[in-house]
């Protein structure tokens, strides 16, 4: 089973993943597919959107004769960034609550 995964959710994966270094849209695809199913094609969209809002900015830089876009967080990246952990971390500890709490009387149940 797959759970959706909001737009807002993917802003915060993506901000998470640049803040440990600037890099580039295939290697930011392959961290966050590690943990939830998202292809490429669902990436860019994401990454205009934070280029436009100014939470990223991107640069090209030579690999093997090609150009390659690197994105790097900007303050305004920063900023958003620990908003989405702080509502993230409360959003989480709700849902863990609500989830455990069943399982917990479920398995008591039998």
């Given at each position: 089973m797959v759970f959706?995964?909001?737009s807002a959710l993917l802003d915060a994966l993506v901000l998470s993943v640049v803040s440990a270094?600037?890099?580039y849209?295939?290697?930011?695809t392959q961290e966050i597919t590690s943990a939830i199913e998202m292809s490429e094609s669902t990436l860019y969209p994401v990454l205009r959107r934070l280029l436009k809002s100014g939470s990223l900015t991107s640069y090209?830089?030579?690999?093997?004769g090609r150009n390659r876009r690197y994105y790097k967080i900007t303050a305004e990246g920063k900023k958003?960034?620990?908003e989405y952990r702080s509502v993230w971390i409360d959003y989480k500890a709700q849902i863990d609550d609500i989830i455990g709490r069943n399982a917990v009387a479920a398995r008591a149940a039998g």
């Open positions: 959706p995964v909001s270094e600037d890099t849209g295939y290697k930011i090209d830089k030579e690999f093997l958003l960034l620990k």
